[in-house]
Nanobody
């Protein structure tokens, strides 16, 4: 039984930093994609950052050079380090995972079938 549990959200001022973590319990796959997505009120869910089992990463253009995705294989934890946060980064952030290939579309939410419950990030 796969369970993704996010933590680390909160409220920060613009320019601040937050570190989101996602503990993936029951996740023992060796060929996979994992990623962070976000959804702001009234907007569609969008991909922020993703990585595959070879640790190849993908980022939304607006977060490049500010956000870093990584995975601690020892603890099966996905991490999103967010620096230089902006008010437009405010959203509910979700961790997601899938096995196998995304066909080159790592930031498309519909390509993922395991989701966490989300953690709120508010930047003022």
């Amino acid at each position: 039984h796969v369970q993704l549990v996010e933590s680390g959200g909160g409220s920060v001022q613009a320019g601040g930093s937050l570190r989101l973590t996602c503990l993936a319990s029951g996740w023992y796959h060796i060929d996979y994609y994992m990623g962070w997505f976000r959804q702001a009120p009234g907007k569609e869910r969008e991909g922020v950052a993703a990585l595959d089992s070879d640790l190849y990463t993908s980022y939304k253009d607006s977060v490049k050079d500010r956000f870093t995705i990584s995975k601690d294989n020892a603890t099966n934890t996905l991490v999103l380090q967010m620096n230089s946060l902006k008010p437009e980064d405010t959203a509910l952030y979700y961790c997601a995972a899938r096995t196998g290939s995304c066909g080159g579309y790592a930031l498309v939410p519909s390509n993922y079938n395991y989701w966490g419950q989300g953690t709120q990030v508010t930047v003022s």
